[in-house]
């Protein structure tokens, strides 16, 4: 049982350049969310979804694009890269909205 | 938007010593969550509260549901090399929100 799991675990992006992250969980979870953790500012949640096809903002939002096409898998975008989205993205499940959210292993993407 | 406020930022302590963290917030909390995030790695759950005044073990951890429902601790007690890492509280605010609002977190550094 895989549980989160997180596509690339590292990449590097010049500034403009666009890419998205995967995120695939197993564990038929309606809900998903994508968090980006910064030294000193802790979780901070982008977009998440309470289902297949649908997504909702989150705290810091801008800059980024979601899209919920399967259950499984949560998809972020970065359409064109900023310096200032140099950070740790973790994608979090969980069954309910009532349940504790079951993380990946992020991805450390850096945007020169 | 609704905010923890978590302490303190950083701990060092000698192997042995018992370790105390808390969070609190200016408004109701429906759940607490204490999650433990090691280098490279996501938060895992340690311990779910759902009522107030909720005591739970889970080994040699310790955490409560403030009564107020604005508070919420966690001890660790006779603290080993292994429970390095940064320790981050989570709550579900009144209401039924499907987002967590997390702390800051607390860095712990254990002294062999």
């Known amino acids: 049982n895989a549980g989160v799991t997180q596509t690339p675990k590292f990449r590097v992006l010049k500034t403009g350049q666009s890419m998205t992250l995967l995120c695939a969980q197993d564990m038929n979870h309606e809900y998903m969310y994508w968090y980006r953790q910064d030294p000193g500012m802790g979780l901070r949640l982008i977009h998440y979804s309470v289902g297949e096809g649908t997504t909702a903002k989150g705290e810091v939002p801008d800059g980024y694009n979601v899209s919920r096409l399967k259950k499984q898998n949560f998809l972020l975008g970065l359409e064109s890269a900023a310096p200032s989205q140099t950070s740790v993205y973790f994608c979090?499940?969980?069954?309910?909205?009532?349940?504790?959210?079951?993380f990946g292993n992020g991805t450390r993407l850096t945007v020169t | 938007g609704q905010q923890l406020n978590q302490s303190p930022q950083s701990m060092f302590i000698q192997e042995g010593e018992d370790v105390s963290m808390n969070c609190t917030s200016s408004s109701i909390f429906n759940t607490w969550l204490w999650y433990k995030q090691e280098p490279g790695e996501g938060p895992v759950l340690l311990i779910a509260?759902?009522?107030?005044?909720e005591l739970t073990s889970n080994g040699r951890l310790t955490a409560q549901f403030g009564i107020t429902r604005k508070d919420s601790f966690l001890n660790i007690s006779a603290s080993i090399p292994s429970d390095v890492g940064i320790y981050f509280c989570?709550?579900?605010?009144?209401?039924?929100?499907?987002?967590?609002?997390f702390g800051k977190g607390t860095k712990l550094t254990v002294n062999p």
């Open positions: 989570a709550g579900r605010p009144q209401g039924g929100s499907e987002k967590l609002v």
């Open positions: 509260l759902y009522k107030a005044g």
């Open positions: 979090a499940s969980t069954k309910t909205g009532f349940s504790p959210l079951h």
